[in-house]
């Protein structure tokens, strides 16, 4: 089974170090998330949200680190009041 994709928009050295940081969902789900539940999560980069080849000297921003879920987050999004999207904060597994 293929783990949810997030990507960490924040810095992915906390993430890294083993602090929570919130991340948004790249991949789309079939069930809704919860927490405990497993994620690949990417460092923010083309490479992790493209198929576009990276240069050998910046492969580690193509490698996903396990995480886990701790919260999942609704938020409303700035240009509507009506559409709402996922933020969920994880830890490293």
Known sequence: MELPKVIIKQNFQDYLAGKEVEASLVTKTKHELWPGERVMAFKDS????SDIPVPTSEISHSIG???????????????????????IKIVKA
């Open 46 to 49: 083309i490479a992790a949200t």
């Open 65 to 87: 680190i396990e995480g886990t879920i701790t919260q999942v987050v609704q938020e409303k999004s700035p240009a509507s009041d009506t559409i709402e999207r996922s933020m």
